[in-house]
């Protein structure tokens, strides 16, 4: 049982660059997150899904666009990469019952923008 | 809006003796959960409170909520090394909002 699964592990972006993060889960989960990790600043919410093809914002959406095409899968996209958005990003996913149950999240991604 | 606030943010505390952790929230709740973070790895649940009154226990911590003076509490008894760690908790809005985390208290536990 797989869980969350996130790719890629670590990654290294020049300024301007674009690039995708890939979230897999295998759990049947309804509910899928995007958060970003900065020291002293706790989990912040990027974009969430409630269900295949929905999606919102979250607090800090700005910079980042996101697609639920299927259940299983939540990308998180940086179409022009800034020093800024360095960070550890976290993909989570919660149960059927949403709001009972705990997130369960992947091993994160590390990203450095130069 | 909903704001999570833990204190403190860090804790040094020697093994053998007993602490808390504050989670205070700014608006009504009766769903709250902590979270242990290892440096370097994901988060990792470890307590679901959905009640008032909710009490939870796992070997040396010990989670309770009190909803109306919106406040959970997470008593370290009898701390040991491999406590050591960074403790989240996080809220429920309502319904299906996502959940909002607290800055975390990095625990160090020192012989």
């Known amino acids: 049982n797989a869980g969350v699964t996130q790719t890629p592990k670590f990654r290294v972006l020049k300024t301007g660059q674009s690039m995708t993060l890939l979230c897999a889960q295998d759990?049947?989960?309804?509910?899928m997150y995007w958060y970003r990790q900065d020291p002293g600043m706790g989990l912040r919410l990027i974009h969430y899904?409630?269900?295949?093809?929905?999606?919102a914002k979250g607090e800090v959406p700005d910079g980042y666009n996101v697609s639920r095409l299927k259940k299983q899968n939540f990308l998180l996209g940086l179409e022009s990469a800034a020093p800024s958005q360095t960070s550890v990003y976290f993909c989570a996913s919660r149960g059927g019952q949403g709001w009972n149950s705990p997130l369960h999240f992947g091993n994160g991604t590390r990203l450095t923008v130069t | 809006e909903l704001k999570v606030e833990q204190n403190p943010l860090f804790l040094s505390m020697q093994e053998g003796k007993n602490y808390t952790i504050y989670c205070n929230y700014s608006t009504t709740s009766d769903r709250l959960y902590w979270y242990r973070q290892d440096p370097g790895k994901s988060l990792e649940s470890l307590f679901v409170?959905?009640?008032?009154?909710a009490v939870k226990q796992e070997g040396r911590l010990m989670a309770s909520l009190d909803t109306k003076a919106r406040l959970s509490t997470l008593h370290i008894t009898a701390a040991v090394h491999d406590l050591s760690a960074t403790y989240f908790c996080a809220v429920d809005n309502s319904g299906n909002t996502p959940l909002v985390f607290g800055k975390g208290t990095r625990l160090s536990v020192i012989a």
């Open positions: 899904s409630v269900g295949e093809g929905t999606t």
């Open positions: 759990m049947n989960h309804e509910y």
């Open positions: 409170l959905l009640s008032n009154g």
